[in-house]
């Protein structure tokens, strides 16, 4: 079997106006949509987040991929390896989400490679990664801080005719009250049975504030996560951390660094979580050896993969780290790709991160996925077992072509709300 074709769709998807650390969610996260189809007319599909340099250097990699055999990953792997070893700054980046091109591309092609192979042999990607250990996969709620606005075309207007969590997801939440509120409305549409609550927006005490109103709101039978992105010192991350012993179920990425990290961590008795300071396999041997962490939040879009994350979760019960998953603003393909892989995974301690309930759009058919009791279904189908809406790829692309947003850039679209605002590295 070879691969005969590789389509290559940029596309932009409604976004409401998030707040991080890094400042503003733009009107439109990006994502890029792959099919490889094979010359016996299997088509693999795949999903990872969206930039000029990620989708130009898949471009470049078209000779890579067109006539190899999609079962052959290793070979595929090292020509993309060499072919992209050389590429300029190839690094995370310091905002909270990963900015590396060859583990996109690796993860792009090794998602839409299984698919292949899974709808060639008629097995899950799940089987092929060692068998299905669970047919539902948890997910926690994610709270942020945000300005009143539906994203998209509406950007910082609503749509009043929304009502449930599509009227929730366009209310400001910036103050306790707002949090509460929105933490409530996700639960009771989702079910989710743990909330996370992204941080490094507010000044700490607010930060600490809301934390202590979501344990107050749903005691402690829903385990509370909280995401400073790295933008406190140690200091503050210690003070305001002692407080949070008892209230939180893990406290991710609230200091800069794997250093700093690990000087948090020994202060603290709470479980230390990250998708910041350990983001590779090279990082680990540091992060065992001072302690950095003791969750890894992996995310297969930048480990390089679904197979990688599998190894990652051996590395880390060999250690004794347990692994979770972070996200991204995304869509099903994505999901899909995160079901399997928590289908698969040996154990599972802690239910996912997802940002899925904040995007209204999709691109598989038959819509989005359903939660039951903040839990998903693994589709049963081979492959992915999801398949592209060419309809709605085209209206997404046509979202991409309409909105002129080239790369994901959070100062930039905070600067439209608060004019100098500057990002920084510490913030408080
Ligand atoms: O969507 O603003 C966001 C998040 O801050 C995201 O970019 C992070 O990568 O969710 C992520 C995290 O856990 O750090
Ligand atoms: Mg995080």
Known sequence: MKIREMHITPIAIVDPP???????????????????????????????????KIRNCLE??????????????????????????????????????????????FSAIEVACLDIIGKETG???????????REQVPFSAYLFFKHKGAGGELGFDIDPSASGWAAARQAQALDVEGIVAQGKAM????????????????????????????????????????????????????????????????????????????????????????NMCT???????ESIRIGSEDIILSDHHFWGGLRASMHLEWLCSVFGRKLSMHSNSHLGISLAAMLHLGAALKELHYAFDTHYPWQEEEVIKGGKFC???????????????????????????????????????????????????????TRW
Request: with cysteine.
């Open 123 to 133: 097995r899950r990607i799940s089987d092929l990664l060692g068998g299905t250990v």
């Open 279 to 285: 983001t590779s396999f090279k990082d680990i041997p």
């Open 60 to 105: 470049e990699s078209r000779e890579e991929i067109t006539g190899k055999d999609p079962f052959n990953l290793t070979n595929i792997f090292k020509s993309l390896e060499s072919k992209f070893s050389g590429v300029d700054n190839d690094i995370r980046g310091e905002q909270s989400w990963d900015q590396r091109v060859l583990t996109h591309i």
């Open 18 to 52: 998030l707040l991080n650390a890094a400042g503003l969610h733009a009107p439109y996260a990006l994502r890029i949509i792959i099919e490889l189809i094979t010359d016996n007319n299997i088509s693999g599909i795949s999903e990872i987040p969206g930039s000029e």
């Open 371 to 425: 939660f039951e009791n903040g839990f998903i279904s693994v589709p049963k189908g081979p492959g992915l077992g999801v398949e592209l809406d060419k309809e709605a790829l085209a209206k997404l692309h046509n979202n991409y072509k309409r909105c002129g947003l080239m790369h994901r850039d959070d100062e930039i679209e905070m600067q439209k709300v608060e004019p100098g605002w500057k990002f920084e590295l």
């Open 187 to 274: 639960r009771e549409a989702f079910g989710f049975q743990s909330v996370k609550l992204k941080g490094g927006v507010c000044a700490p005490e607010i930060e600490l504030e809301c934390l202590r109103a979501l344990h107050n709101e749903f005691g402690n039978k829903v385990p509370l996560r909280f995401d400073p992105n790295g933008v406190w010192s140690v200091e503050t991350a210690i003070s305001y951390g002692k407080e949070m012993e008892g209230i939180l179920d893990y406290y991710e990425d609230p200091v800069r660094g794997r250093e700093a990290m690990s000087r948090v961590r020994k202060a603290l008795d709470i479980a230390i979580a990250t």
